[in-house]
């Protein structure tokens, strides 16, 4: 089946109709101003990125991406068969807060649709599972994307993340994830929006239960207000009983639950009666609120609903479409409870640590930017200097790790820029951006040098400032300096110092750093990123007075000095 419209005639019918109303939380459930319960008949709208990796669950994961909210021709030829399936919500997972998105959104606002927006971006603009942190280019990020999509009706919730936790040793991001929805729902209610803050997690074993109770737990400030979990279970014909265990697991859960990705590929062809359940069967909607079917564009795997044509002009849908729109077409939103009988909103209680969870509830402090720019006006004698190189990231792991590791052979260390999530300890610059991270990391090596010829170079990547402190007391005491004038706190949020987004597709440094160092280089977002290498190598030269060859192995590259 092919369609084709004018823009014009889309966007007109979108500028007759009355803004959409909001949805709020009440107690475990949704509901829309007005006090109708509201159910998540979504489907996932993002056209894949080139992709490259594969991250711990086995899906592909793009290393860029293409903003499905910044066409509007490409918007209103889907718009159709967005309304041929019946859907209030979509889920987006990445879009360039720079561009123009007026005419994506008007038109969805006009046909009722509300958006799920993921603020991350791939590789380079999220919570990096490995070695996490909360920092500020991370907030300038999501707040610039908050910023962008704040004046639009149909926004439904900000996801902070999605599948950043897929192994035990990943729940050290705990932390992390929580703070960036404190400070993303403090931004929201300085600017008086009633957007959800939600995110997206993988559907493990009931160990990933402790992960859904941390991110609703303690207070309404710190905790998240919409979870989703990612659910494949019901595979062709199935049954409600592939669902047993998350109706049993998630009976007291208090904040509103939904499948925030479905639709099992392995035994084909989808026939997505799993519909029918969860949004008929009486212990899934009690339970649950709806959920949305993965994915409108083709994906790696077998995903994906229609086809474009060369010319992005038509739509040709499969049979996966047809099936969708008949069982999405036969459901009827139960009514109860009804809002004032929804109760008060309450939280879980968090998880006791251990050796299945570790993540502390002590959280790092909000990304503010004066101790990270105290430090670069005052303390930095040795800086990275090699910004206009297209693989940025991957230098910056791949250095930085390197810059700790000899730092830690001349007594130094790297713990001031580093946080941990498992013993709830933050560096007082655990909160800057990588670049002032590997600064810091430079400037105490080359101080930790006495400032030698040649200890400022890296191959290149690395130069002396011009006005220096005068040795390594004095930069120690200008750290101290910042550090003191600039103490952790928990606020709301500044605008960006940046309007402009990480575009993906960097390389990512992903060696181990030495404990407390964190690593700027990989990300979690978009199905949890894996980590590659930056294929950084420096030119044989003296850096150190110590150490007139150097070789060594960090994250599988070798390095020779």
Not at 221 to 246: E, F, K, P
Not at 397 to 414: P, V
Not at 472 to 484: L, Q, V, W
């Amino acid at each position: 089946m092919k369609f084709s419209k004018a823009f014009a005639a889309v966007a007109a019918l979108a500028s007759t109709v009355s803004a959409l109303p909001s949805v709020v939380r009440q107690g475990r459930y949704l509901y829309q101003q007005g006090g109708s319960r509201f159910f998540i008949k979504g489907i996932a709208y993002q056209e894949q990125g080139t992709v490259s990796t594969n991250d711990p669950t086995g899906f592909p994961e793009p290393t860029d991406y293409i903003d499905p909210l910044a066409d509007g021709n490409a918007c209103n030829r889907d718009l159709p068969y967005l309304k041929q399936l019946g859907v209030n919500t979509i889920r987006v997972y990445s879009v360039n807060s720079a561009l123009n998105h007026d005419a994506c959104m008007q038109a969805f606002s006009g046909a009722g649709i509300y958006v799920i927006l993921d603020l991350a971006l791939p590789v380079n603009g999220s919570i990096d599972r490995i070695s996490p942190a909360w920092t500020t280019n991370l907030l300038d990020l999501y707040v610039g994307t908050v910023n962008a999509f704040l004046k639009y009706d149909n926004i439904l919730a900000f996801n902070i993340g999605n599948e950043v936790v897929t192994a035990v040793a990943d729940t050290q991001t705990g932390p992390f994830i929580k703070a960036a929805a404190r400070d993303i729902k403090a931004y929201l209610k300085s600017k008086s929006s009633s957007a959800l803050v939600g995110f997206s997690s993988t559907d493990g074993d009931a160990g990933w239960l402790a992960l859904a109770d941390y991110l609703a737990c303690d207070s309404d400030a710190t905790s998240i207000d919409l979870y989703g979990l990612n659910v494949y279970r019901w595979c062709g014909a199935g049954s409600v009983s592939n669902y047993a265990t998350l109706i049993t697991d998630y009976q007291n859960y208090p904040i509103p639950a939904y499948f925030s990705e479905f639709g099992c590929i392995t035994s084909p062809p989808r026939l997505w009666t799993e519909v029918a359940a969860l949004f008929g069967d009486q212990q899934m909607v009690t339970e649950w609120s709806g959920g949305v079917a993965f994915s409108y564009f083709p994906a790696v795997g077998g995903y994906g609903m229609v086809t474009i044509s060369a010319d992005g002009k038509t739509v040709t849908t499969s049979s996966d479409f047809t099936a969708l729109q008949q069982q999405y077409s036969q459901v009827t939103f139960v009514t109860t409870p009804a809002q004032s009988a929804a109760g008060q909103n309450t939280q879980a209680t968090c998880p006791a640590q251990s050796a299945s969870w570790l993540a502390s509830t002590t959280l790092p402090p909000t990304p503010v930017p004066g101790a990270c720019q105290c430090l670069t006006q005052h303390a930095f004698s040795c800086v990275f200097s090699n910004t206009a190189a297209n693989n940025t990231a991957g230098i910056i792991g791949d250095l930085l790790n390197y810059a700790c590791a000899q730092i830690g052979t001349l007594s130094g260390s790297c713990t001031p820029i580093g946080g941990n999530g498992t013993t709830g300890v933050y560096g007082p610059f655990s909160i800057c951006d990588p670049p002032t991270k590997l600064s810091y990391a430079l400037s105490e090596y080359f101080e930790l040098s006495n400032q030698a010829a040649g200890s400022c170079s890296f191959s290149g990547n690395a130069s002396t400032v011009a006005n220096p402190p005068a040795n390594a007391a004095a930069a120690s005491a200008a750290e101290s300096s910042c550090a003191s004038a600039n103490p952790p706190v928990t606020t709301i949020p500044p605008n960006p110092t940046s309007t402009t987004p990480s575009t993906g597709g960097a390389g990512t440094g992903a060696a181990t750093l030495p404990p407390g160092a964190g690593n700027p280089g990989g990300s979690s977002n978009n199905n949890g990123n894996n980590h590659q290498s930056g294929a950084l190598s420096f030119t044989p030269g003296t850096v150190s007075v110590a150490f007139a060859a150097v070789v060594g192995v960090i994250g599988g590259v070798a390095i020779l000095l």
